[in-house]
């Protein structure tokens, strides 16, 4: 089915660990994006990519690390993670345009101990 | 700045009632707004979305959500509401954010329960 791949969908970090969230999407979608949401907080924007090879910080890109090598691949890298990084995390893609609106991922779900 | 509110955050209606959800958005130019709907553990779902035209807005599962500009709102309705409705709903604008003008700001969101 067509769509946004996140894996792996839950994780256990320990302080200092790093790791690599995948995201993938088969939509040939350009702008693609990742957001954490925290209780009570919404959905807020970590790094977003308007497509291969260009990426910008969102809101709260602090502690985390993107690249986009392909159309198709979005990753995002913690590498020292911290507890404040407990959160669930979506990745979402959309064709070029504001009225498109995002398709997303079902979220990993991240636990810094 | 670019935002959106949503002021309740939690609501519980009775199956079969009406329900309204309420949001008001924060932004210069002509808004792009959309609904998401996001049910325990899973993603978020596109409900509706409104970027032109007809200011009133239907969606899937018999939602619909009006846009009025002198109000700053994009509220979301349902005429009855199902048990099956009960889950979190999401607000959000298609802003610009550093030049890009495909990303969202959300709202923090309304929990809606229905009770039978």
New interface residues.
Partial sequence: NAGVTQTPKFQVLKTGQSMTLQCAQDMNHE?M?W?RQDP??????IH?S?GAGIT????VPNGYNVSRSTTEDFPLRLLSAAPSQTSVY?C?S?S????????????TRLTVV | AQSVTQPD?HITVSEGASLELRCNYSYGATP?L?W?VQSPG?????LL?Y??GDTLVQGIKGFEAEFKRSQSSFNLRKPSVHWSDAAEY?CAV??T?????????????TKLSVKP
Wanted: net charge positive.
């Fill in positions: 702008y994006s957001y009570g907080m919404g959905l807020r924007l977003y308007v910008d910080q969102g809101e979506f979402a959309s070029p345009g504001r009225e498109r609106g995002y398709t997303f991922g079902s979220g | 955050i792009y959309f998401y899973q993603g978020l779902q596109l979305k970027f032109s999401f298609g802003a954010y550093g030049g890009s003008q495909g990303n969202l700001i959300f709202g923090k969101g």
